[in-house]
């Protein structure tokens, strides 16, 4: 593999490895308890994601959910700003309860890691359907 696609994949990696990192130790202290059927796959993508580790094992659909739960919990806390955290920004500069500002930040947090794992694996299948295609030019 060329050199300089070797490092724009390492920089990829530890942005999304980062941004993992960090949206599970912002879940974990937010108090933002994952509920319902997916609850043991969240906490084991959050576990995963704290020791770095299985990255790429977390698919789109995974991460969707985890929206879906930080949405929920946002909606339960206040109504309507999980859903307007989750669908763009929410401008805390107003908001007084702390809880409601560490939630919105969560959904950020997600919308980052969200857009670091999507560059990754697009990368990812780019370099695979380039080798497909010069080795069946062969």
Known sequence: M??????ELHDLMLTAVTQGRHLAEEWLTSGAVPTGSTKNRTLEVLKA??????????????????????????NEHRDGIGDQAI?????????????TVELVNLAWRWKKFQTAKQSLDDRIAAIRAVESMI????
């Open 87 to 99: 669908a763009g920004d929410v401008d805390t500069t107003w908001i007084e309860d702390t809880k």
């Open 2 to 7: 060329h050199s300089e696609i070797e490092r």
């Open 49 to 74: 994601l704290s020791e770095r580790e299985r990255l790429l094992d977390i698919d789109d659909a995974t991460i969707e959910l985890m929206g879906m739960q930080i949405r929920q919990v946002l």
């Open 135 to 138: 080795a069946s030019l062969d």
